[in-house]
C-alpha cells in the first residue's frame, strides 16, 4: 500500500539509535576478553527485553522492538567485528592494547591509572581510555621510566610512565 493512504497517525517513527563509540572506517576493533564479555552481556539483556515486551499496547510494542532491533544489529556488528587481545600475550616491559598504565601527568604529585581498551570499553569513569585516544597513542610502545608529550596547542602535557601491568 502506498504511503498515501496511511492515516498519519498511523504512521510509526523510525526509531533513533545513539551510535556506538567512534570506530574509525578501517581500524581493527580491538577489545579485551572483558569487553568482549560485556558486549555479549548486552546482547543478551536486549535479546531478553526484546521477548519480554508487553503486549498491551501493539504499537508501542512494535516500536520498542523496533529500537531494540536497531541497538542489536549495531551491537551484532561490533562482535562480529570484535578482536580480542590476550594480555597475557603482551610485551610485559612496554605500553600496548590493555596495559594499565600507572604515570606522574605533569607536576602532579599523586600517580593516575588508566587501561588501553576498546572503543566500547572506554570509560573515563573507570579510567579506561580507548587505544584510539590521543593519550592512550602517545603512551603506546613507551616504557617504565619513559615520558610521552601530548601537545595540547601551545601547551605541552608531560605523562611520566611509572609502572605498567596487564590484567582482566
Known amino acids: 500500500m502506498s504511503r498515501g493512504f496511511v492515516k498519519e497517525e ?14 574509525p572506517v578501517g581500524a581493527v576493533n580491538y577489545v579485551t576478553k572483558n569487553g568482549l564479555n560485556r558486549l555479549l552481556e548486552e546482547r543478551n539483556k536486549l535479546q531478553n527485553e526484546k521477548k519480554s515486551l508487553p503486549n498491551d499496547d501493539e504499537k508501542e510494542r512494535r516500536i520498542t522492538r523496533n529500537l531494540i532491533n536497531a541497538k542489536l544489529q549495531l551491537l ?37 591509572q588508566f587501561q588501553i581498551v576498546g572503543v566500547d570499553e572506554a570509560n573515563i569513569a573507570e579510567n579506561k581510555i580507548s587505544f584510539l585516544s590521543p593519550i592512550a597513542r602517545i603512551l603506546i610502545s613507551k616504557q617504565v621510566g619513559e615520558t610521552a608529550i601530548l601537545n595540547l596547542g601551545k601547551v605541552e602535557r608531560l605523562f611520566k610512565i611509572t609502572n605498567i601491568s596487564y590484567f582482566n
Open 76 to 112: 551484532n556488528e561490533r562482535i562480529t567485528s570484535a578482536k580480542t587481545v590476550n594480555l597475557e600475550e603482551q610485551p610485559k616491559n612496554e605500553v600496548r592494547f590493555g596495559a594499565t598504565v600507572s604515570l606522574f601527568i605533569g607536576d602532579a604529585k599523586s600517580i593516575q
Open 10 to 23: 498511523d504512521q510509526e517513527e523510525i526509531p533513533m539509535v545513539p551510535p556506538r563509540a567512534d570506530l
